[in-house]
């Protein structure tokens, strides 16, 4: 089965802190994703990867970044972090296909509440 | 832009009768259509996908989708619900260079 870990599943943090979100995934893939979700407007695509150290933004970028500097770790970074940033956390991952047929699977979740 | 729709916030049914969560998408040469399902404090597992072929897909834990081209629909379904299918259930599209959007999430819940 495919794993993707997200080692952090709750975090407090002030406003202004800066923020890592780390993910792991155990099988291979190509494309790495995180994923923001909120009640009533489902997921949005921050961030993904297609290889590592490339990135492309997504639908809501602003305020995140991220790094992969290797295959299986893509992390996401609150730079400096706002109360409107409080959210729950999806990374993802998937093979890469040029069918784009591929399922992506995601890990258990990080909530972050900015105070 | 691509986008999905799931026009119900909540669907409610009873234990043993047939569920449908609707989804319509948005139109494009051939859609790659998927569904997840997400139970609290977790993250989306997924349950089934159409990429091509026959209408009616079957999927994870008894889940079945109509693809309906005509309609640009993509409803999920199962002929007996359960208690322990209670959860937020996402429809998604994928929109190109390997990325899903995804709906906006129903939630449905099963009563004794």
């Known amino acids: 089965d495919v794993k993707v870990t997200q080692s952090s599943r709750y975090l407090v943090k002030r406003t202004g802190e800066k923020v890592f979100l780390e993910c792991v995934q155990d099988m291979d893939h190509e494309n790495m994703f995180w994923y923001r979700q909120d009640p009533g407007l489902g997921l949005r695509l921050i961030y993904f990867s297609y290889d590592v150290k490339m990135k492309e933004k997504g639908d809501i970028p602003e305020g995140y970044s991220v790094s992969r500097e290797k295959k299986e770790r893509f992390s996401l970074i609150l730079e400096s972090a706002s109360t409107n940033q409080t959210s729950m956390y999806l990374c993802?991952?998937?093979?890469?296909?040029?069918?784009?047929?591929?399922?992506?699977?995601f890990g258990e979740g990080s909530w972050l509440t900015v105070v | 832009a691509q986008s999905v729709a799931q026009p119900e916030d909540q669907v409610n049914v009873a234990e043993g009768n047939p569920l449908t969560v609707k989804c319509t998408y948005s139109?494009?040469?051939?859609?790659?259509l998927f569904w997840y399902v997400q139970y609290p404090n977790r993250g989306l597992q997924f349950l089934l996908k159409?990429?091509?072929?026959?209408?009616l897909v079957k999927g994870s834990y008894g889940f079945e989708a109509e693809f309906n081209k005509s309609q640009t629909s993509f409803h999920l379904k199962k002929p007996s619900a359960l208690v322990s299918d209670s959860a937020l259930y996402f429809c998604?599209?994928?929109?190109?260079?390997?990325?899903?959007?995804f709906g906006t999430g129903t939630r449905l819940l099963v009563s004794p």
């Open positions: 159409y990429i091509t072929g026959d209408n």
């Open positions: 993802a991952s998937s093979l890469f296909s040029g069918t784009h047929g591929m399922a992506i699977y």
């Open positions: 998604a599209q994928n929109t190109g260079f390997q990325k899903l959007v």
């Open positions: 139109v494009s040469g051939n859609p790659y």
